[in-house]
Nanobody, 124 residues
Framework: QVLLVESGGGLVQAGDSLRLSCAPSGRTFSPIRMGWFRQAPGEEREFVAAMTWRTGNTYYADSVKGRFTISGDTVQNTVYLQMNSLKPGDTAVYYC?????????????????WGVGTQVTVSS
């Protein structure tokens, strides 16, 4: 079973930055793609960013383009999310996800393994 562990969440003020990390725990695996999703209270889980491991191609939700950057260590299968210019609307639980088959980039069902999430709270 592939387990993912996120870290780096916290409480910050609007305009601040945070860097989230996600590392695998358990058996080794070779993801096609790693991604980040987020879920605010009362909302559905939504796509934030993803990176295709082999090509390095990155994908972003319109709401975070220009502010968030996804990167990864393909040897350690560790993925990062650098979040700059944070806004109160970015407040959510952020989840790391791994896609083993490389299906849909921005749809939760395209991912096979998930972390338990890390809380990001941005105050105004």
């Amino acid at each position: 079973q592939v387990l993912l562990v996120e870290s780096g969440g916290g409480l910050v003020q609007a305009g601040d930055s945070l860097r989230l990390s996600c590392a695998p725990s358990g058996r080794t695996f070779s993801p096609i793609r790693m991604g980040w999703f987020r879920q605010a209270p009362g909302e559905e889980r939504e796509f934030v960013a993803a990176m295709t491991w082999r090509t390095g191609n990155t994908y972003y939700a319109d709401s975070v383009k220009g502010r968030f950057t996804i990167s990864g260590d393909t040897v350690q299968n560790t993925v990062y999310l650098q979040m700059n210019s944070l806004k109160p609307g970015d407040t959510a639980v952020y989840y790391c996800a791994a896609s083993l088959e490389g299906l849909s980039v921005d749809y939760t069902k395209g991912y096979d393994a998930w972390g338990v999430g890390t809380q990001v709270t941005v105050s105004s």
